[in-house]
């Protein structure tokens, strides 16, 4: 039953992880054809991530330190919305799964 429930928190978090790079390319997209110049500006983010190209890092910094807000973007900000919300149960899962396992480890001890 143990491993069931391991399994399940564990596909849980892959699956909010590609939740995560939609929605993440869903507001980078509608940074592009709503704000191209803001767009460009911080690099033309996307998730091809190159080495020594920042622009990826910068973006999203941009986006949790809230900066679009000054853009009164609906879109941005529901998307945004969505980011953090998934960002918060991918570490609530991630805390799961680290517990479930410790315990395990004493409990197999």
Do not use: C
Request: net charge positive.
């Amino acid at each position: 039953m143990e491993n069931i429930l391991f399994m399940g928190f564990a596909l849980l978090f892959f699956t909010l992880i590609a939740m995560h790079i939609y929605y993440v390319n869903a507001f980078f997209t509608q940074l592009k054809h709503s704000h191209a110049a803001l767009w460009k500006k911080l690099g033309e983010p996307r998730w091809k991530i190159h080495f020594g190209d920042d622009s990826f890092k910068n973006a999203m910094r941009y986006i949790h330190e809230k900066k679009f807000t000054d853009l009164h973007d609906d879109v941005l900000d529901r998307v945004y919305k969505n980011i953090k919300h998934i960002e918060n149960i991918s570490i609530a899962t991630a805390v799961i799964i680290v517990l479930a396992t410790i315990l395990s480890v004493i409990k197999g001890s």
